[in-house]
């Protein structure tokens, strides 16, 4: 059987990372698309070079032609500009809409069966804009957010409690921003609720709260510490999660965002939700009860991403 062709939109921070995932993972073969000439070639040819160390074979081709995704099964895309200390995701809405509107007419022409992972930032709104200038079903074109942000919010938990991250499940819902609403309700250590931990005496509801304030604020934090882009493994290795379940139909539970239609009251929009990841891609979205409180956090986030679409569509009037 042919091996599985993956092509990264975007040969940065994040897409070099994902170009070493998917070799060290044996995922499939990589083209690298960038377009900036030279980087996406001398990437792809380091890589490669990795590869007899490694022992992964992969062919690895960095290119600036979208040609060269041709009959690709997944692209991530991860194109446009990442923000800078004192930036909010919010502020690359301009460039970075313009450099969605270029690859989904790319991924249209080259790519149209592809599974399509979107990473760029403002994700809700630039995942939005990449369905609809690529014009793919949305069950094919997915966000990557929620898996970096519960996976940020497992890792401070962990820390709190003192035990593995394997242990730790969270669910984060909502739109990737200042807005996004981790669940404590439904975040677990081994299957005990956040809150039944907090009676058990192993945290108490302020540390929670902190934490769930460094899980909102989670990117600001790396990208103040990094000072000249944003965060790039977790988010890479997020994006491999879901190239990985679809690739091998593994029907994950993932966080996504993912188009919904009228689940949770929300139409023809992006926003992050549980959603099951297979062959099919967005196979189905989980629709959980909320209780008040969480249902007007989840609101302010939706309402926080329709704004964001209806500043793209005065850009953008042509987009849906
Ligand atoms: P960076 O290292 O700057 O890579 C972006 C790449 O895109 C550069 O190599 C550019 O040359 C390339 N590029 C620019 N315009 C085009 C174009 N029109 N066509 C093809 N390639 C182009 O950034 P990065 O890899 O660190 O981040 C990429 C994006 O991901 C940014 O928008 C970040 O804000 C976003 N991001 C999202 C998350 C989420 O959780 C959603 C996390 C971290 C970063």
Redesign the pocket.
Known sequence: MARSKIGL?????????LAHLVGLKELGDVVL????DG??QGKALDLAESSPVDGFDAALKGTSSYEDLAGADVVIV??????KPGMS?DD?IG??L??ME??GA?IAKFAPEAFVI??????DA?VWALQQSSGLKPEKVV???GV??SSRFRYFLAQEFGVSVEDVTAFVLGG?GDTMVPLTRYSTVAGIPLPDLIKMGWTTQAKLDQIVQRTRDG?AEIVGLLKT????Y??AA?AIAMAESYLKDKKRVLPCAAQLTGQYGVDGIYVGVPTVIGAGGVERIVEIELDRSERAEFDKSVNAVKGLIEACRKIAPNLG
């Open positions: 939109v975007g040969a940065g921070q994040i897409g070099g990372t698309f960038d377009i900036v980087v996406p991860t194109a446009g500009v990442p923000r995701r690359l460039v970075n313009k450099v270029q690859v790319g979107c990473i760029t930032n403002p994700l630039m966000g990557m957010a970096l942000d990737h990117g882009g944003s965060a790039f977790a988010p997020s």
